[in-house]
C-alpha cells in the first residue's frame, strides 16, 4: 500500500529533541539534551497524598468526563493567582486549562491563523511551536537573537517585510534555548510596536517562576490594556511535567474559539490531574515549593557554569542564565557542530545542536544547548569535561 500524506505533515521533521531522547535509554549517556524538570523537583509524597484523598472523597469526578475550558475551581485559582502574583489578566480576558503549554500555542496557531499566514519568532526558538505553526501551514519567519534579544527596529523590518504577518512568539523569560532574558524596556517597545501593526503578541512563559539570581522582570502580558497579548504557561516545571496541565489567558473572544477547537482536539485536560493541581495549590505551600526549586536549579547551574569556565577552549562562548534550564553555547568559526555533536556522543555526552531550533531548518548553526536541570550532580561537571574534550577533538 503506497500512503499519501497531507501537505501540512509532509515537510514536518520529528523533534530533534524527542528524537535524542531515544538515545537517553542507554543510562550510561548524560544527558545534556533533554529538557525536563529535575527529578528531585517533583512533591511525590504530596502528591501521592492528594491523589489517594481524591479517589477517597471524589472518585466519580475525577473518572468522568468534564467540561473542555477546565475544572471550575482549578481555572478559578490560576486566574487568581496570576493576577495577584503577576498583574496578569483585564476584565477582558479569561482563563481556561489546556493539556500542557504547547497546546496552548498550537490552539492559538489553529484559531488566529490561515494556511499561508506567517508567524514571526525569535531565532532561534522552542522547536515545539515551531513544529506547532508548521503543522497548520502557517509561514515561520525569524527575528535573529543578537546576544539572545531581538531589536525592535530588525523586528519593525520583519513586519514590514511581511504582509501576512498574524502573530508574534516570544519566550521572553529564560528563553529555550538561549537561557536569556528579555530587557523590561524592550518588551515594551515590542509591545508598542505590535499594538501598532496590529499584530498579537503570543507570550509562552513556562520558565519564569524559576528564577534564582537577579530580579524578576515583568511579562507582556501584565502590561497589556490593548488586548493583544495572549499568555501561556503550564505546571510542568513547577509541579509535574507528565500531568500536561497547562492554562492559557487571553481576551474572551480569543478564548471562546479556542476552546471550539480544544474540543475537537482533546475533549477536555485530564480531569483527574487538574484535581491533584487545584489541591495542592489550594492545601500546600505552592509558593513554597517553586523556591525549592529553584534552590536546586540555582545549584546545578552553578555546577554547569563553573566546570564550563574551567574546561572549555576559552573560545567557546555560553550565556549565564538567572534562571530556567538552560545554557547556550557557541562555537567559533571554522569548528562543525555536526563533528562536535558526534564526538560527544563518542564520549557518551548528549547535547543538542542549535539547528534544531532554527526558523530556517536549512540553515547552519554554531551554537548547541545544555540542560542543567536533568543530569545529576556528579554528571554536570564530569559531562562537561568530556564535551570539552569532544570539541578539542573537532
Not at 508548521?134 to 514590514?160: C, F, H, Q, T, Y
Amino acid at each position: 500500500m503506497e500512503y499519501t500524506f497531507s501537505a501540512k505533515l509532509q515537510n514536518l521533521k520529528p523533534s530533534a529533541i524527542r528524537e535524542i531522547f531515544k538515545s537517553l535509554s542507554d543510562p550510561s549517556i548524560i544527558a545534556f539534551a533533554a529538557g525536563n524538570p529535575s527529578p528531585e523537583s517533583f512533591p511525590v509524597e504530596e502528591l501521592a497524598a492528594i491523589s489517594a484523598q481524591i479517589y477517597k472523597e471524589n472518585p466519580i469526578s475525577a473518572l468522568q468526563y468534564s467540561i473542555t475550558e477546565g475544572y471550575p475551581p482549578l481555572r478559578n485559582a490560576i486566574a487568581e493567582r496570576i493576577k495577584r502574583k503577576f498583574n496578569i489578566g483585564r476584565d477582558f480576558d479569561t482563563t481556561i486549562v489546556v493539556s500542557g503549554g504547547t497546546q496552548g500555542i498550537e490552539l492559538a496557531a489553529k484559531v488566529l491563523c490561515n494556511e499561508g499566514d506567517a508567524v514571526i519568532c525569535e531565532d532561534p526558538t522552542f522547536i515545539g511551536a515551531l513544529n506547532s505553526f508548521r503543522s497548520n501551514g502557517i509561514e515561520v519567519v525569524g527575528v535573529p537573537s543578537d546576544g539572545g534579544v531581538i531589536d525592535p527596529e530588525k523586528l519593525e523590518r520583519v513586519i514590514a517585510a511581511t504582509p501576512r504577518a498574524k502573530m508574534l512568539y516570544l519566550i521572553p523569560t529564560f528563553h529555550n534555548p538561549m537561557g536569556t532574558t528579555m530587557p523590561m524596556s524592550t518588551r515594551r517597545a515590542i509591545y508598542d510596536i505590535c499594538r501598532r501593526h496590529k499584530i498579537l503578541i503570543l507570550e509562552d512563559n513556562p520558565y519564569g517562576e524559576l528564577r534564582f539570581a537577579g530580579e524578576d522582570v515583568p511579562t507582556l502580558k501584565s502590561i497589556d490594556d490593548d488586548g493583544i497579548v495572549i499568555y501561556c504557561s503550564s505546571f510542568s516545571k513547577i509541579l509535574s511535567a507528565g500531568i500536561r496541565v497547562g492554562y492559557v489567558c487571553a481576551p474572551e473572544p480569543v478564548i471562546q474559539k479556542m476552546v471550539v477547537a480544544k474540543q475537537v482536539e482533546d475533549v477536555h485536560t485530564n480531569i483527574f490531574f487538574q484535581m491533584v493541581c487545584y489541591r495542592y495549590m489550594t492545601e500546600y505551600d505552592l509558593d513554597g515549593h517553586i523556591k525549592s526549586i529553584c534552590d536546586i536549579y540555582r545549584r546545578k547551574s552553578s555546577l554547569m557554569l563553573n566546570a564550563l569556565d574551567e574546561y572549555m577552549p576559552k573560545s567557546v562562548k555560553f550565556t549565564r542564565p538567572q534562571g530556567g534550564l538552560f545554557v547556550w553555547c557557541t562555537l567559533p568559526d571554522g569548528i562543525e557542530l555536526d563533528k562536535v555533536v558526534k564526538a560527544a556522543l563518542e564520549r557518551k555526552v548528549a547535547i543538542v545542536p542549535g539547528t534544531a531550533f532554527n526558523c530556517d531548518t536549512s540553515k547552519p548553526s554554531k551554537c548547541f544547548r545544555l540542560n542543567y536541570s536533568t543530569p545529576t550532580d556528579e554528571q554536570i561537571p564530569e559531562g562537561v569535561r568530556l564535551l570539552a574534550d569532544a570539541i578539542r577533538s573537532v
